[in-house]
């Protein structure tokens, strides 16, 4: 019995305690404050939902900054407009390739993008864009790519690429399309490289290497 005592009193002490303790202090000021009138309950819902909304707009607007915003500045969002001028380099503009002389278009060092869904192959010298130049279109003719999947760049300069939905590979001898020669005869290729004079190709459509 003696002992049950001692249990009970310490609970009621520990009990008392949590109660004045700073973390009931929001939930006590809450419950002693007065009622809103009718009149000032519309106002306060008002206020209350403009606050819940301004609060998402800024959550938004937070979390946009974690993703980067389309290049096509146009179709975005306001907010998504401000993050993408945030994160645009100090370099606005490509600085394209332009020359009279033709050994100005045989890179052999740079970047190389097969740009799939426009259909044709861009260079750059660097991630600043400077160089920049863009051969062919999506079609199916000379000059013309279909989903382009891989470009290889052998030691002369000639670029190889591996025209996917065209079902070919094309060679050209620089950057401008110059002596445009094609091989057909795939399904789908999906890769290209250059070993000494022979070159090999994923004919990725009838699952073989070439």
């Given at each position: 019995?003696?002992?049950?005592y001692?249990?009970t009193?310490?609970?009621?002490?520990?009990?008392?305690?949590?109660?004045?303790?700073?973390?009931h202090?929001?939930?006590?000021?809450?419950?002693?404050?007065?009622?809103?009138?009718?009149?000032?309950?519309?106002?306060a819902?008002?206020?209350?939902?403009?606050?819940?909304?301004?609060?998402?707009?800024?959550?938004?607007?937070?979390?946009?900054?974690?993703v980067?915003?389309?290049?096509?500045?146009?179709?975005?969002?306001p907010?998504?407009?401000?993050?993408?001028?945030?994160?645009?380099?100090?370099?606005?503009?490509?600085?394209?390739?332009?020359?009279?002389?033709?050994?100005?278009y045989?890179r052999?060092?740079?970047i190389?993008?097969?740009?799939?869904?426009?259909?044709?192959?861009?260079?750059?010298?660097?991630?600043?864009?400077?160089?920049?130049?863009s051969?062919?279109?999506?079609?199916?003719?000379?000059?013309?790519?279909l989903n382009?999947?891989?470009?290889?760049?052998?030691?002369?300069?000639?670029?190889?690429?591996a025209d996917?939905?065209?079902?070919?590979?094309?060679?050209?001898?620089?950057?401008?399309?110059?002596?445009?020669?094609?091989?057909?005869?795939?399904n789908a290729?999906?890769?290209?490289?250059?070993?000494?004079?022979?070159f090999?190709?994923?004919?990725?459509?009838?699952?073989?290497?070439l």
């Open positions: 019995m003696r002992l049950k001692i249990f009193a310490a609970l009621a002490t520990a009990l008392c305690f949590n109660l004045a303790s700073p973390l202090a929001d939930e006590q000021k809450a419950a002693a404050s007065p009622a809103v009138s009718a009149s000032e309950n519309g106002a819902s008002t206020a209350t939902a403009s606050g819940t909304a301004g609060t998402a707009e800024g959550q938004a607007a937070e979390d946009g900054k974690k980067l915003a389309p290049i096509k500045e146009g179709l975005v969002s907010e998504q407009q401000v993050v993408s001028t945030e994160l645009k380099p100090k370099t606005t503009r490509f600085t394209l390739l332009v020359s009279d002389d033709p050994n100005d045989k052999k060092q740079g190389w993008i097969s740009d799939s869904g426009n259909g044709r192959i861009i260079y750059m010298k660097d991630l600043n864009g400077n160089d920049f130049y051969l062919g279109s999506a079609g199916r003719d000379i000059g013309n790519f382009p999947e891989q470009v290889w760049v052998d030691i002369e300069g000639k670029l190889y690429i996917r939905d065209n079902n070919r590979i094309v060679r050209v001898d620089d950057l401008r399309g110059y002596n445009w020669t094609v091989k057909e005869g795939f290729p999906r890769g290209v490289a250059m070993h000494g004079k022979r090999i190709v994923s004919d990725t459509g009838n699952n073989r290497i």
